[in-house]
């Protein structure tokens, strides 16, 4: 039997989730003949690919998260091309393929598949064209023919994963039909965080993007540094297209940190040394997306700040497991609640309880969903 994974970021440069595709590949390799196809060439991956029992089929990266819309929209051509070709040499049975790129790369493996007989499961990480859509000016008819296509990739799938309640109902109002599986993403657990002396700051970690409120964040921020009456610090890891304001306010204020992009470890090891950790959404985006990084926020022993809508499913995760608390996201509400932080320095204590999805835990429910599908 063979299989396929399908993802165009995997192991430590793709963070948690790619580690736990690593996983996932190396479980099946020991039942399976296993083909990764992915763009992702770091030390890890090409270590896979010298496991018995996998290839890798792996496409040249045209893009990064601050890079341009043509870009994005050439190199998903590229990598479908690829990935069909792929798929045709290694001709799997069963093929896990994911929302990263959308849309296009899935409905590839819907097309093989309905020629080579083969089975597919698609987890969908984010809900595209909807999201994009927040922040693109996409006619309506455009819109509707994507979506049209996704549907048809989701309604002939084995199995649909995603990651919250919102995300689930979204799918279903396209397709009633569809069997759907729930699955949050792992985290890169941090030890030993208890009894760790934390600078008094909040970080925010991933990318800083449109659909992350990332401009009324930084203008609240720039409200505070201008008050300068305390020595609470701001940092922030990763990049977007936000990346250049990010930069230009670390030059103008000394307790504002970028780090910029750095590894998943580096990243889980800087946030770990800040009381706050950031979770800006645009409230919209949690129908269609969820944040990956609660668990690896409260794994670095960080309180949590959301900052969206009190009435979302974030908000009330938050609130109901006493991981930190919400913030609406407009600029007075955001300065405030930075401004009355010290009296939550004893609360918020529900992360000692909070249940965790470590990685091979993650490697390990994929191998069992595909293994499921074989029988």
Request: net charge positive.
């Amino acid at each position: 039997m063979s299989i396929a994974i399908i993802n165009r970021d995997f192991g430590e440069h793709a963070g948690a989730i790619g580690l736990g595709l690593n996983r996932f590949a190396e479980e099946q390799a020991l039942v399976s003949s296993v083909n990764v196809i992915t763009s992702s060439t770091s030390r890890d991956v090409l270590l896979l690919g010298k496991s018995s029992n996998i290839k890798l089929f792996l496409a040249k990266s045209l893009t990064s998260s601050s890079s341009g819309i043509f870009m994005r929209l050439f190199e998903v051509v590229y990598f479908s091309v690829f990935v069909l070709i792929s798929l045709i040499k290694s001709r799997p049975r069963i093929i896990y393929v994911t929302s990263n790129p959308p849309v296009i790369i899935p409905f590839c493996v819907f097309i093989f598949c309905r020629f080579s007989g083969s089975k597919y499961i698609y987890h969908v990480q984010d809900i595209h064209p909807e999201a994009s859509a927040l922040v693109l000016n996409i006619p309506k008819i455009i819109v509707h023919f994507i979506k049209s296509i996704d549907t048809i990739t989701l309604k002939n799938s084995e199995l649909v994963i995603t990651l919250s309640t919102d995300m689930k109902d979204t799918l279903l109002k396209r397709e009633r039909g569809l069997n759907i599986r729930l699955l949050q993403n792992p985290a890169i657990l941090k030890n030993k965080t208890i009894g760790v002396v934390k600078k008094n700051g909040a970080i925010f970690c991933g990318n800083a993007g449109r659909l992350q409120n990332i401009d009324i964040l930084l203008k609240a921020i720039e409200i505070c540094l201008e008050k300068n009456n305390s020595d609470f610090i701001f940092a922030f890891v990763g990049r977007g297209v936000f990346s250049k304001n990010l930069f230009l306010m670390s030059e103008r204020y000394e307790n504002f940190i970028y780090y910029g992009y750095v590894s998943a470890q580096d990243a889980l090891n800087i946030t770990s040394e800040y009381k706050w950790a950031l979770l800006p959404i645009r409230s919209e985006v949690l129908h269609y997306a969820y944040p990956s990084k609660i668990p690896t926020y409260i794994s670095a022993g960080c309180k949590l700040i959301s900052i969206t809508s009190n009435n979302t499913e974030l908000a009330r995760e938050i609130h109901t497991n006493n991981l930190g608390f919400n913030v609406e996201p407009y600029v007075k509400n955001i300065v405030a609640s930075f401004e009355s932080l010290s009296d939550f320095e004893t609360s918020f204590v529900g992360a000692e309880k909070y249940s965790f999805l470590k990685i091979d835990e993650f490697g390990s429910l994929l191998s069992n969903i595909v293994n499921s599908i074989k029988e």
